[in-house]
């Protein structure tokens, strides 16, 4: 989930294992939703995106799932790799608006 | 493409010292985003742009603090003068006229 505070949530998974990262988002308005992959000393690099007409969204490895009932998103990571070690953030985005950026998950992947 | 190309990379500084950001958006794009990340409060959206117009400034911490866009291929952020608590990494980003936004690799600013 996301977090509050300084320190970052941080979900630990052996290599191979399929990774579950969640957020809560805060706006019910919002119909747009990404998530992003920030690698330390680098910029977010986009990962996969999801408008809200739609509940469930595949790409290479990863799936996102929306639950607008309960303002609820979740990235899947199939087959966890030392890689993917990284903070993982969601972004919302109420109509017309900028994206609103949660605090990220940090995903540590051991081999 | 070379993506969104940010200098410099580093600044380390002295309280009161003019910092200047730069950011070389990808080609096309017409929206540029500057951003500020810490750990207490995350990513924070300072100011963006549309046609090199700015749109919303809204975020900008306070008037030390300015952003301009003098042509599409080029922007610049400044905080005159800088104090310690400015210390962060600063994003650009940039995108089309779809959502997804692009990111640059940051500065890592430190104000001693």
């Known amino acids: 989930g996301e977090s509050v505070g300084l320190h970052l949530p941080t979900l630990s998974v052996q290599e191979g294992d399929n990774s579950i990262i969640n957020c809560a988002y805060s706006?019910?308005?919002?119909?747009?939703f990404i998530w992003y992959k920030q690698e330390s000393g680098k910029g977010p690099q986009f990962i996969i995106d999801?408008?809200?007409?739609?509940d469930k969204r595949q790409g290479q490895r990863v799936t996102v799932l929306l639950n607008k009932t309960v303002k609820h998103l979740s990235l899947q990571i199939a087959a966890t790799q030392p890689g993917d070690s990284a903070v993982y953030f969601c972004?919302?985005?109420?109509?017309?608006?900028?994206?609103?950026f949660g605090k990220g998950t940090m995903l540590l992947v051991s081999p | 493409d070379a993506g969104v190309i940010q200098s410099p990379r580093h600044e380390v500084t002295e309280m009161g010292q003019e910092v200047t950001l730069r950011c070389k958006p990808i080609?096309?794009?017409?929206?540029l985003f500057w951003y500020r990340q810490t750990m207490m409060r995350g990513l924070e959206l300072l100011i963006y742009f549309n046609n090199n117009v700015p749109i919303d400034d809204s975020g900008m911490p306070e008037d030390r603090f300015s952003a301009k866009m003098p042509n599409a291929s080029f922007s610049t952020l400044k905080i005159q003068p800088s104090e310690p608590r400015d210390s962060a990494v600063y994003f650009c980003a940039s995108r089309a006229t779809d959502e997804k936004l692009f990111f640059g690799s940051g500065t890592q600013l430190s104000v001693l």
């Open positions: 080609s096309g794009h017409d929206y």
């Open positions: 972004a919302e985005r109420p109509g017309y608006s900028t994206l609103t």
């Open positions: 706006n019910s308005a919002s119909d747009y």
């Open positions: 999801i408008r809200s007409n739609m």
